[in-house]
């Protein structure tokens, strides 16, 4: 699925996510990649998955999502990523010999195991797999990828309605792993690493040796929980909770506080970083000890490679003072992503800021796997 040299401009990637739809386009320029066109929009609250209805008997229509703009990118090819929870992820050990199968034979080998390790019907997904390299003699050799068909369909009808053509679906553990191990600070190939993606509804972990997941997991909480959690006990509004998350951040000092009264806009900006982190502490917390589980299990399975570090994308990747937080509780580096780590020679525009860089993270892991 690469494209030729010749050709000047890559398929439009986009990344459907909770809180924006985002969107980019790379172009060759003078023998170099370039960004050529972005955006970042926001999504309605229902997004694809739709609300429940007024009357409480089933979902509503999902909500209109807004329109890429066609005018600025160029051509009709779009490759589309797909997060969990959205795709469920799972390890499995095959034996060798079902390995050396096709890919469609490989799937329809292991439909059944698989269906005793997802959580959905496995007639209502569309499954795809990668190879796991070697580790310990019983380490899993497969990943599965497991997608909702409805949600597959819903996506490719929302192109379809803009003329779009997909050119190919990709998977979120994939992508953000691609897209970090392309930047500067990169980690070491032969190393396990991982990728922390903060979205609005959902904390993504994806552990990998090189740009292969060896290990996926989603935990159902992100910004919007932290957002809620600072409105319940500072008494301000949803709006005001997200200014001041946005703007101080946590600060990693203790800062026990009590909530008496409402929070105004006059508190010192290091006594309300301070004041958040008395907040958020509980979620950072309970975030930093899953990756340090997670990170033991990998270890575990791949008992001979060393850990290079922590990369942070997302919406949440631009909490201040989170990637400090979470480097102190778990004695590694913790990178969070931003423009100065788009190496490799990547042409940017100056409107791509630190803080756009990991909210487009996907978008950037989908482009590279077509132009690189």
Known sequence: MFLSAKKQYGPIAVDLGAACLRAVQLERRGGRLAVRHWMQVPVPHEGLAGAEGKDGNGPAPPAPLPRL??????????????????VECTPLRVPDNLLALGQ?????????EVSRNISLPVDEVEMDVWRLGSGQLDSPNLMVAAARRDRIQRTLAWLDDQKLV??????GPLVALRACAGFSAQPNADHLWGVLDVGKSAVRLYIGVGEVPVYVRCMARGGEEMTRRISEDLGVSRGVSESYKRHYGVQSAEGHYRPASP??????????????????RPIIRSI???????FRYAMGLYPDRPISGLWVIGGGAGLAGLTDLLAEMLGI?????TAGHLGGGLIVPPTLSDETVPQLAACLGLCLGEMN
């Open 69 to 86: 703009d066609r005018e600025a990118f160029l051509g009709d090819e779009v490759v589309v990523s797909l997060h969990p929870p959205e």
């Open 104 to 112: 469609a034979a490989l799937v329809a080998a292991i439909r059944h």
């Open 166 to 171: 997909c050119r190919r679906i990709d998977v």
């Open 263 to 280: 929070m105004d806009d006059a508190v010192e900006g290091r006594r309300m970083a301070a004041i958040l982190l008395g907040v958020l």
């Open 288 to 294: 930093g000890e899953e990756v340090q589980r997670s």
């Open 333 to 337: 580096a913790v990178h969070r992503v």
